[in-house]
């Protein structure tokens, strides 16, 4: 694990030159053949890389580690650099971008050629330039390599951002991808029988409002997902999601904080359930970035077997490097005080709530020649250690009794099948319920001090 990105560099090119050739078959809005037959055992993904970040002064830096662990392919998940501008937080002042008297946004976006110098400065820097030499990079955008935060369809440099995109991750000029309205598209890998499937969505170019319960996809990206899981099988078809599909944590932290995901938008969600259950297609499950934290999520009532999310964020941008180091401890406690009924706990976990506020990378390894054909699912710290995992098989993700894992009586709590939005008030929202106590607590400590 403790090898230098440059020895990295020097063996790769040497020894393994032929892992850049591996056939992929990309298919965008129109659907062509799968080629090559080249197995596939081992996936890494990303996101949320800040260029500006000290990457390559990590110690060992997290692009050493996903080398080491040699992935056939690499997978961006969004956030491939940070491109909009962030202002600092002004409560008074000019130019306020907090409080009630907030007067300018706090995110805007850069010009066209200050985003193409930051993907300039992502691809240049040395550990992932080693890995985009000798592996096979594919990937979607999230909101900040899309232009702004939180951004949606109404963005109006999207047309722009799109080909700054597709020129980062090499897509050919004429390819379908450059053409569509949208960055949504998938590629198979392996021989038929072991094939994989990915499957790489936009959550952004045509995607409501946060607040309207709209659509993610627009109309035309569902009727593209439609033909693609209904199309030929696979043994796994990955879905990469910029954003959480399995966890809504939104339903548990507000009104303290929100995040984006798919529970935020439950009928657009259900669609996305009921569409993989229709298709009969198994082998399903989902990763995702954009939290800045690593976890694993599982469903068991939607579509007929376990699905699983598995999010890794992000390569440099995490919760607890945001804080000074003595607070990391709170954050982990209130992850672990979080009621989140998805989130897969157990001991194959770091810290006791189960997410990972450090760097991390997601990391899935099939083994073919087991018995049945095993799958790991693993969020990896910078050194490539496992800190989150999860081991299942093809067999457990196949489609069984829908009807019977689906149903739930009225007021029934069932882990990995009642979803956050369904449970009793005072347990969603203690997160909440504490916060606000504790800031009464210190308001009347304060006012006692005063009062001395």
């Known amino acids: 694990m403790g090898r230098s990105v440059l ?39 990303g996101s949320c890389a800040n260029q500006s970040a000290p990457q390559s002064m990590l110690s060992p830096p997290i692009w050493n580690a996903i080398i080491d662990f040699d992935p056939q392919f690499f ?26 008297w907030k007067n300018v946004p706090r995110f805007i976006p850069s ?27 594919i ?29 980062f991750l090499d897509e050919p000029q004429d390819s379908p991808r450059r053409k569509q309205a949208g960055v949504y598209t998938s590629y198979t890998f392996g021989p038929v029988g ?22 993610i996809l627009g109309n035309s990206q569902w009727t593209w997902l439609e033909s693609e899981l209904k199309g030929p099988a696979s043994a796994l078809t990955i879905i990469g999601s910029s954003i959480q599909v399995i966890s809504n944590l939104s339903a548990i932290t507000g009104p303290i904080f929100y995040l984006e995901c798919w529970g935020r938008f439950p009928k657009e969600r259900e669609r996305l359930f009921k569409l993989i259950a229709d298709s009969k297609r198994d082998g399903v499950f989902f990763i995702s970035g954009d939290v800045h934290f690593g976890e694993i999520t599982r469903y068991d009532c939607a579509i007929g077997y376990p699905l699983f999310d598995v999010t890794a964020s992000g390569i440099t941008q995490a919760v607890e490097k945001a804080v000074p180091p003595p607070l990391n401890y709170i954050i982990r406690f209130v992850a672990w005080l979080a ?15 189960c997410t990972y506020g450090q760097p991390n990378f997601g990391a899935i390894k099939i083994d073919w020649d087991a018995t049945p054909v095993t799958v790991a699912m693993e969020v990896r710290d910078v050194n490539g250690f496992p800190v989150l995992s999860v081991n299942t098989s093809l067999l457990e993700l196949q489609a069984q009794s829908i009807g019977a894992l689906s149903k739930i009586k009225p007021g029934e709590y069932r882990r990995h099948c009642s979803l956050e939005v369904t449970l009793p008030w005072i347990v969603r929202h203690r997160l909440a319920i ?8 210190l308001y009347c400590k304060i006012s006692l001090l005063q009062l001395r």
């Open 75 to 100: 997978i961006w998940l969004g956030d491939n650099i940070y491109g909009d501008v962030r202002r600092p937080f002004k409560l008074f002042g000019k130019e306020r971008t907090i409080g009630p």
């Open 139 to 167: 990937g979607t955008w999230d909101d900040h390599d899309y232009g702004l935060n939180d951004a949606g369809k109404e963005f109006n440099g999207k047309i722009t951002s799109q080909r700054l995109l597709l020129d």
């Open 194 to 215: 072991r094939q994989i499937k990915v499957i790489l969505l936009d959550t952004r170019y045509h995607r409501d409002p946060l607040i309207s319960d709209g659509t």
């Open 7 to 45: 020895e990295l560099c020097f063996l790769w090119s040497v020894v393994m030159p032929v892992m850049i050739a591996l056939p992929i078959a990309n298919t965008t809005a129109s659907s062509t053949s799968p080629q090559g037959d080249l197995l596939v055992s081992r996936i890494a993904f």
């Open 111 to 137: 010009s066209e050629q200050e985003m193409q110098s930051r993907y300039k400065k992502m691809k240049t820097d040395p550990g992932y330039s080693c890995l985009l030499k000798n592996t096979k990079v």
């Open 339 to 353: 009621p989140t009924t998805m989130r897969v706990m157990g001991q194959h976990c770091r810290h006791k709530s």
């Open 434 to 441: 504490l916060f606000f106590c504790a800031l009464a607590m």
